[in-house]
């Protein structure tokens, strides 16, 4: 019924319908490309091209190049002083309380 008074709500699934049948007979024409044996084609012979005669150019000198910036000297980090370790084995270790065999677990609290 909805075809009826909305034709345009058909006209998309009608196209996703043929374009899918259409890809299908599409592949299955690649396939059967595969199977087809084409003959061996001879390659087509390039012409010999004449040889270039090199050049040959004068050997020009380097030129020195002035020392534009002067040297910089490497810069030095400042002396970090050591840092001391305390001894921290003589330092008392809390006792923890000792808790009653009946005292309940968290968990386990209904």
């Known amino acids: ?3 009826h008074r909305y034709p345009l709500f058909v006209i998309p699934l ?3 319908a043929l374009t899918s049948m259409r890809s299908s007979i ?7 490309l595969l199977e087809i044996d084409f003959p061996d084609l001879p390659k ?3 012409p010999d091209f004449p040889e270039i005669p090199k050049l040959d150019f004068p050997e020009l000198p380097k030129p020195e190049l002035p020392d534009l910036l002067p040297e910089i000297p490497k810069p030095e980090l400042p ?5 001391e370790v305390p001894d921290l084995s003589d330092l008392p270790v809390p006792k923890f309380p000792n808790l009653p ?10």
């Open 1 to 3: 019924m909805l075809s």
């Open 14 to 16: 009608l196209i996703i």
């Open 26 to 32: 599409i592949l299955a024409e690649a396939r059967n």
């Open 44 to 46: 087509p012979e390039l």
């Open 79 to 83: 002396h970090l002083p050591s840092l």
């Open 101 to 110: 065999n009946d005292f309940p677990i968290p968990s386990e609290i209904p």
